[in-house]
């Protein structure tokens, strides 16, 4: 089944305590990305990367990294997260950047206290 | 101004009537145009896509394109209890730039 697998679902944790949100996808696209959904503000595109090793920053990079060493897995990592950061997490995936369909993954709803 | 702008809602309808939602953007340059569905909580999903000025049409739901007016729009006919959903409209400008969403709520 094609699909994009993010992990985990949900996540609490305190202020500077870094974590990791996997994201891996089947499908052997290119473009991935992850943003961020806060209430009013709709999806806010925070990585993105074109391919292995080619990774930029979306509209909200700040206090966020990212790496693309494989095709199919792209993390998001928070080295030191901070209330502010508290949000509903979507990793996507598509062949092309914003001209074809993008598949997200189940979300993962990050509680930072 | 933001590049994507909708209609927050809530659009209530009730079942059986056409749901029309809108969404307007501002980049002339745009050519891709999508509409995700997603459910409280859930991921989004896409419904239809549309690059080409004019009407296109997939079962129950139809999305109109006018470039000229900067303009597309989704209509959901005879609209369902289960439509009931916040609609995003997604504009490509080299990404896909996401409004913030229209939620509509279908009166059973």
């Known amino acids: 089944e094609a699909q994009v697998t993010q992990n985990p679902r949900y996540l609490i944790t305190v202020t500077g305590k870094k974590l990791t949100v996997t994201c891996s996808q089947n499908m052997n696209h290119e473009y991935m990305s992850w943003y961020r959904q806060d209430p009013g503000l709709g999806l806010r595109q925070i990585y993105y990367s074109m391919n292995v090793e080619v990774t930029d920053k979306g509209d909200v990079p700040e206090g966020y990294k990212v790496s693309r060493k494989e095709k199919r897995n792209f993390p998001l990592i928070l080295e030191s997260p901070s209330p502010n950061q508290t949000s509903l997490y979507f990793c996507?995936?598509?062949f092309g950047g914003g001209y074809t369909e993008a598949f997200f993954g189940q979300g993962t709803r990050l509680t930072v206290v | 101004q933001k590049e994507v702008e909708q209609n927050s809602g809530p659009l209530s309808v009730p079942e059986g009537a056409i749901a029309s939602l809108n969404c307007t953007y501002s980049?002339?340059?745009?050519?891709?145009f999508f509409w995700y569905r997603q459910y409280s909580g859930k991921s989004p999903e896409l419904i239809m896509s549309?690059?080409?000025?004019g009407d296109k049409e997939d079962g129950r739901f139809t999305a109109q394109l006018n470039k000229a007016s900067q303009y597309v729009s989704l209509l959901i006919r005879d609209s369902q209890p289960s439509d009931s959903a916040t609609y995003l409209c997604?504009?490509?400008?080299?990404?896909?730039?996401f409004g913030s969403g229209t939620r509509l709520l279908v009166r059973p």
């Open positions: 549309i690059y080409s000025n």
């Open positions: 996507a995936s598509s």
């Open positions: 980049d002339r340059g745009s050519q891709s």
């Open positions: 997604a504009v490509e400008l080299d990404k896909l730039i």
